[in-house]
C-alpha cells in the first residue's frame, strides 16, 4: 500500500499540515521540526502526490513550449536551452508540436480550456497560423518565439534576421565578389523566409543589381527537396561570380551536394551558403558559410522570461532580441575573390 502523507505525519508526530508545510514551503517550518518530518519523509520513501500538490498551490511547476517541428538541430538546440534553464528554475518542461497550423491551434486550444500547465512558450513561423487566433484570447502566462502577436500583450524572443541576411549578402556581394545570388527559402508564409528575401533584396539593390525571374525560390527547409531543386538547376545556376544563398543549412548542403553530382566543384563553379550554423554546415564538404543563429540561448530567455511572468502577471512586457553573426568557411569561395 503506498505510503500517505497521514503515516510521514504519525511517524514524525506532527500534524499533517506540518508535513505539507515542510514540503511546499519547507523555512516556515522550525528547524527541529522539519528534521523529524525529512527524516520520516526518507525513511518510509514517501513521494508527495505532484498533481494533489499542484491543485493545492494552483501551480503544477510544469511549463509548456509548442515549436513548429521537432525535426532537425534548430529545434533541438532551442529545446535543450529551454529544458536546462526550466530545471535551473525548479520547472518541468513539457514539448509538443505540429508542421500543421489547424493542428498547433487545436492544441493551444486545448492548453488554454484545460490545463496544469503555469505557461507555455510557442513559436509562431508562419503569418497564417491561426494559433494567433487562441493567442489573443489566452489566459496563461506565454511567450511567443520568433515574432510579435498584434492585438495580444506578451512577452518575445526574437532573432534579428535581417540583421543576419544583411551580413550574409554584403560578404557575398564586397568580399567574395558575388554578381549574381540565388535565394533558397522556406514557404513564402515563414516569417523567417521573408525576413531575409526582404534583406537579400535590399543588398543586391545597394549593389546596383536585381534578382531575376529566376533567382528566388521557395521550398520547405529540408535537404531532400533542395537537393531535388539543385539537380534541375545547378547548371544553369553554375557561373563565375554566381552563389545560392539557402536560407537554412539543411538546403545548402542539399544544394552542395546536387552540385557535387552534376560534377560541378563548390566554391570554384558555384559557391553556397546557408544560414542558422548546425552541426550540418560543419559536416557539409565543403564547410558552410553562414549564420549562426544563438538556438539555445532563444530558448533559455524564453523560459526566463515565462517564470518571470508567472511570477509576477503584472510585469511589464519584456521583447529580447537576439543578433546571428557571420560565419566564414570555405564553401562561399573567400579565399579566392572573383575579381
Not at 521537432?70 to 529545446?79: A, D, K, N, R, T
Request: charged share 25%.
Amino acid at each position: 500500500m503506498p505510503v500517505s502523507i497521514a503515516d510521514v505525519a504519525k511517524l514524525a508526530r506532527v500534524s499533517i499540515s506540518t508535513v505539507s508545510r515542510v514540503i511546499n514551503r519547507r523555512n516556515v517550518v522550525n528547524s527541529a521540526t522539519r528534521a523529524r518530518v525529512e527524516t520520516a519523509i526518507k525513511k518510509l520513501g514517501y513521494q508527495p502526490n505532484a498533481f494533489a500538490r499542484g491543485l493545492m498551490l494552483r501551480k503544477s511547476e510544469i511549463v509548456g513550449l509548442v515549436l513548429p517541428d521537432l525535426h532537425g538541430e534548430f529545434y533541438s538546440e532551442i529545446i535543450r536551452g529551454a529544458s536546462t534553464r526550466a530545471r535551473e528554475l525548479g520547472y518541468n518542461l513539457v514539448v509538443s508540436s505540429s508542421r500543421d497550423g489547424d493542428e498547433s491551434h487545436s492544441l493551444l486550444y486545448a492548453i488554454r480550456q484545460r490545463s496544469l500547465l503555469d505557461g507555455v512558450a510557442v513559436m509562431v513561423s508562419e503569418l497564417t497560423d491561426r494559433v494567433q487566433e487562441v493567442l489573443v484570447d489566452f489566459r496563461l502566462p506565454f511567450v511567443v518565439l520568433d515574432r510579435e502577436i498584434d492585438s495580444t500583450r506578451h512577452d518575445s524572443v526574437v532573432i534579428d534576421q535581417r540583421h543576419g541576411a544583411l551580413a550574409m549578402m554584403r560578404h557575398l556581394l564586397h568580399d567574395c565578389g558575388a554578381r549574381r545570388v540565388i535565394f533558397v527559402g522556406g514557404l513564402e508564409t515563414n516569417v523567417d523566409t521573408i525576413a531575409r528575401l526582404a534583406a537579400y533584396r535590399d543588398v543586391l539593390a545597394e549593389f546596383g543589381l536585381h534578382a531575376g525571374p529566376n533567382d528566388v525560390y521557395h521550398l520547405d527547409y529540408q535537404y531532400e527537396t533542395a537537393y531535388a531543386l539543385g539537380l534541375r538547376h545547378v547548371r544553369e545556376w553554375a557561373g563565375a561570380g554566381h552563389c545560392v544563398f539557402a536560407a537554412n543549412d539543411e538546403m545548402a548542403s542539399g544544394i552542395v551536394d546536387a552540385a557535387t553530382a552534376a560534377g560541378l566543384a563548390v566554391p570554384r563553379d558555384l559557391g553556397v551558403v546557408g544560414f542558422d550554423d548546425t552541426r550540418v554546415a560543419r559536416m557539409t564538404r565543403p564547410p558552410l558559410t553562414t549564420v549562426r543563429v544563438p538556438m539555445a540561448l532563444m530558448g533559455v530567455n524564453a523560459i526566463e522570461l515565462l517564470c518571470q511572468r508567472i511570477a509576477d502577471p503584472q510585469r511589464a512586457t519584456t521583447r529580447i532580441t537576439l543578433r546571428p553573426e557571420l560565419v566564414v568557411r570555405e564553401s562561399c569561395g573567400s579565399r579566392a575573390r572573383i575579381s
